[in-house]
Structure formats: C-alpha cells, structure tokens
C-alpha cells in the first residue's frame, strides 16, 4: 500500500514512508494476516454498519479507527468532512484511517527546488485539469511500487472516485507531454480543503509539476491547505509539514465554513455550494 501523494517517478523508484505513514500500513497490513474476528477483539476499533456515522477522529489511537461500512458518496464525503478516509488492500474489509500526525502542503509554502523552477520555467509538461480523471486514477492504481505486491487503489475504491467526480467532489490534475499523459494527481475538494488521494510519474518530475499547479490554482481560490493524510521523504522535501491531529481538524472545520468549488476544474462553469448541500 502506498500513502497518498506519494510520489512514484518514471523508473518505478518509491520514496520511503516516514514513522507515521510507516504505523498506518502496517497496521492496514496486519489485517491481511489475522482473523477479522480477531482484529476486532484486540484493536480498540469501531466496526460500521449501514447506519452513516463514523466514530470521533481522537478515538483512533495509531491511525486505525473503524472498518466496514461502504464507499457510497455520503460516507465517504462524511469522512473527508471528519478527517478521515478510508485506506485498505483488496480482499479487506474497507479501513477508515485519521493519522496523527497529519502530513499538509502549504499551497503558498512550496518548496520547489531549482532543478524543478527550470522545469516549469521550459514548460515541459502542459498541465489541465478534469479533462483524464479515469486514465489519472487508472494510472496511479496500475503503476507498480517496489517492494509492495498490490495497491490500496482497489476497484470499489475506483468505481467510488469516479462518482465523486461525476458529482463534481473528486478532481484530477493531469501532466501531458507531447499530447500523452505522463503524470497526475488526484483527490477530493470540501469547502477550502483539497483531500490529496495519490499522484504517479511516467516523466521526471511531472507529478511535481502538476502539484505546483494545483497549489498555485488553489491559492487563488483562497484555499490554505492540501492534506497529503501522511507523511514520505518527498512530500516533506517540498515542504509538507506533519500537524498534530487536532490542529488539522481545527483548520479542517475553518476550511469547510467556506464554500464548494463543486463541478469540474477544466475552465468551466463551477457550482460553488455551502457545505452540507447532498450529492447528486
């Protein structure tokens, strides 16, 4: 399993987790070798049902806080609303995460080193949004990472994004060269709060690329944050900062007092709603 907005560069080369992203997969691996019975006796977590309510954030004592449940549009929107978000290999009952730390991107405190700024200055990659949400999420689910014999990108998990984005809730950001999708991210957006999910890489530094993108966009938007949920060497390299849980909640709740960009980001006409407004 990888972390979101990880990054994956064109070689396949993974950056490793810090501790704390380090804590949530294995703890998200462990499942694969108990019996859930079992998991359910001895990890102090809560076990959903049809009824659409998740468990306090602060109960989760190692990022671990509940499972079960589906991945219809209210739950998962709930969860992004509560901080949490749901992080699980196939053949697993779906497994709701909220980290502490929480690893956040700055969207005006990028680090972006000089290597990088040549990058963009040439203009190597164009970059859109909204116009290859299928081929960003295809691609980050098809892309191998080293040492790890599958993806937390499941097909449900697929299938539950792409109605996110049929709704307007889920964005993509894509990198292309030479009219080819070679790099991307993509994740959720509440309020003023974007929910990064995971980005790949075909061509050197052309998620990079996108994510600058992204950041830059937001910040006119008058967003302040990116939650990239936990924390690797590469995000914290371009400046990502680990917050204590609670303090990310606090910024959570501000961010979603503000209104939805709802709809798609390719240039067009966006429906921006208050929070609570249902999907549909």
């Known amino acids: 399993m990888v972390s ?21 997969a294995e703890t998200a691996r462990a499942v694969s070798r108990v019996e859930l ?31 079960g449940g589906d991945l219809s549009p209210e739950r998962l929107l709930l969860a992004y609303r509560s901080g949490i978000f749901p992080w699980y290999a196939e ?22 080193g000089r290597t990088l700024r040549r990058t963009v200055a040439k203009r190597v990659y164009d970059v859109s949004f909204d116009r290859a949400f299928d081929g960003v ?14 993806t937390w990108i499941t097909d449900d998990m697929v299938s539950a994004y792409r109605e996110l984005h049929r709704l307007g ?8 060269q030479d009219g080819e999708l070679v790099g991307g991210l993509y994740g ?3 309020g003023t709060m974007f929910f990064g999910e995971s980005m790949f890489s075909w061509r050197p530094s052309a998620s990079k690329v ?26 914290l390299s371009m400046g990502a900062e680990e917050w204590p849980r609670e303090q990310f ?7 979603l007092m503000q209104p939805t960009r709802r709809g798609s980001w390719d240039e067009g006409e966006l429906k921006v709603e208050r929070e609570g407004s249902p999907p549909g």
């Open 169 to 176: 809730y889920a964005h993509s950001v894509e990198a292309w």
């Open 137 to 150: 999420i295809t691609a980050c689910k098809m892309t191998p990472r080293p040492g790890q014999d599958g």
């Open 249 to 255: 909640l606090r910024a959570l709740r501000e961010a």
């Open 4 to 24: 979101a907005l990880q990054f994956v560069d064109e070689s396949g080369h993974e950056e490793r987790h810090s501790n704390s992203a380090g804590r949530v």
């Open 37 to 67: 019975r079992a998991i359910v006796a001895v990890v102090p977590i809560a076990v959903l049902g049809r009824r659409l309510v998740f468990p306090p954030p602060e109960a989760s004592e190692d990022g671990l806080l509940a499972l």
């Open 91 to 112: 053949g697993l009952p779906i497994l709701w995460h909220s980290p502490d730390p929480r690893c956040v991107l700055r969207v005006d405190g990028l680090h972006v």
């Open 210 to 235: 996108a994510l600058i993108r992204l950041a830059s966009r937001l910040a006119e938007w008058g967003f302040r944050l990116i939650d990239a949920q936990v924390a690797n060497d590469n995000t």
């Open 188 to 190: 959720v957006s509440l």
